[in-house]
């Protein structure tokens, strides 16, 4: 479900994953066909540093919205790791699940991805 006001650009086509590093898009599009609508339109909203509330149903890739762009910032800028930089509520339930699938197997992925092109993987 997307917030977002303002026009499109029909002249332009919209790359959901073009604002993210090379190494995050590679690792994303060698893992999925292609990014859900909830994801597209969170990662707009995440990339502006908009405050953004995900509603999506289940499966819909909600998490791995709000957790692929912090990991994507924090790896392409590790010095700017100091202080809070993403606030993520999740339900109690369903926290273990989240952060194995959405915070650690996209962390592997892009080390794996930046170990073969010789740059400095995520930590």
Known sequence: ?????GPQRPDRPH????RFGAVTREWFAGTFAA???AQADAWDAIAD?????????TGSGKTLAAFLWAIDRLAAH??????????YVSPLKALAVDVERNL???LA????IAERRG???PD
């Open 15 to 18: 790359d959901p994953l073009g």
């Open 78 to 87: 590790p010095e700017r790791r100091a202080g809070t930089r993403v606030l």
């Open 49 to 57: 540093g908009d405050n953004t509330l995900v509603i999506a149903p």
């Open 119 to 121: 740059v400095p993987a």
């Open 1 to 5: 479900m997307s917030t977002r006001a």
């Open 109 to 112: 992925g892009l080390a794996r």
């Open 35 to 37: 990014p859900t609508s």
């Open 104 to 106: 650690r197997t996209p």
